[in-house]
Antibody, heavy 123, light 110 residues
Framework: DVQLVESGGDLIKPGRSLRLSCTASGFTFGDYTMSWFRQAPGKGLEWVGFIRSTLYGGTTEYATSVKGRFTISRDDPKSIAYLEMNSLRTEDTAVYFC??????????????WGQGALVTVSS | QSALTQPRSVSGSPGQSVTISCTGTSSDVGAYKFVSWYQHHPGKAPKLIIKDVSWRLSGVPDRFSGSKSGNTASLTISGLHSEDEADYYCLSYVGNYAVVFGGGTKVTVL
């Protein structure tokens, strides 16, 4: 069975950095695009960004709201995707989900999701 | 990119049908076949139920169906079950390798 487990969520002060991990199992991790999403308290889902498979260059795309502050990377041998978040703001407080994307270049469908990790940005 | 427009809530009795609309523009929903729908029970992992406007995923009950007309996509639940009570989100490709969600619709089974 496909499983995605996020970890690394924490309470952190504004301006600091935090790295989330998404550990995958049950599929050939290197063959897939991996994506991150978030849901702020009381709000809807928001796409954060994704990283293509290494075969397609491991290139990344980001939402405008996080571009330049967040970085997605991957470690295929460990089956882990990462979300590095810098210069965190209170409005980044959310549950962060990772997901597997279908597609190699244009990625618009996400078929498996983790249960999320809570990041709270507060002084 | 602005969020797609969904009703905040819909409700129905068991066995009734409900339809959730997802309205975008000619640059997103109207331009591409890449509209998908996700069911989210709070505290759990979101679940993909419909992709490419109307393709129902394996294992998803056939009471769930998707369609699109112009700039509006729709998800219909024909014959509500109590377990369908959840939040539902549409997602569309919007060009430049980006996607955007609708604001989400809470489905209540009365």
């Amino acid at each position: 069975d496909v499983q995605l487990v996020e970890s690394g969520g924490d309470l952190i002060k504004p301006g600091r950095s935090l790295r989330l991990s998404c550990t995958a199992s049950g599929f050939t991790f290197g063959d897939y695009t991996m994506s991150w999403f978030r849901q702020a308290p009381g709000k809807g889902l928001e796409w954060v960004g994704f990283i293509r498979s290494t075969l397609y260059g491991g290139t990344t795309e980001y939402a405008t709201s996080v571009k330049g502050r967040f970085t997605i990377s991957r470690d295929d041998p460990k089956s882990i995707a990462y979300l590095e978040m810098n210069s965190l703001r209170t409005e980044d407080t959310a549950v962060y989900f990772c997901s597997r994307g279908l597609g190699n270049v244009l990625v618009a469908v996400f078929d498996y999701w983790g249960q999320g990790a809570l990041v709270t940005v507060s002084s | 990119q602005s969020a797609l427009t969904q009703p905040r809530s819909v409700s129905g009795s068991p066995g009734q049908s409900v339809t959730i609309s997802c309205t975008g523009t000619s640059s997103d929903v109207g331009a591409y076949k890449f509209v998908s729908w996700y069911q989210h029970h709070p505290g759990k992992a979101p679940k993909l139920i419909i992709k490419d406007v109307s393709w129902r995923l394996s294992g998803v009950p056939d009471r769930f169906s998707g369609s699109k007309s112009g700039n509006t996509a729709s998800l219909t639940i024909s014959g509500l079950h109590s377990e369908d009570e959840a939040d539902y989100y549409c997602l569309s490709y919007v060009g430049n390798y980006a996607v955007v969600f609708g604001g989400g619709t809470k489905v209540t089974v009365l």
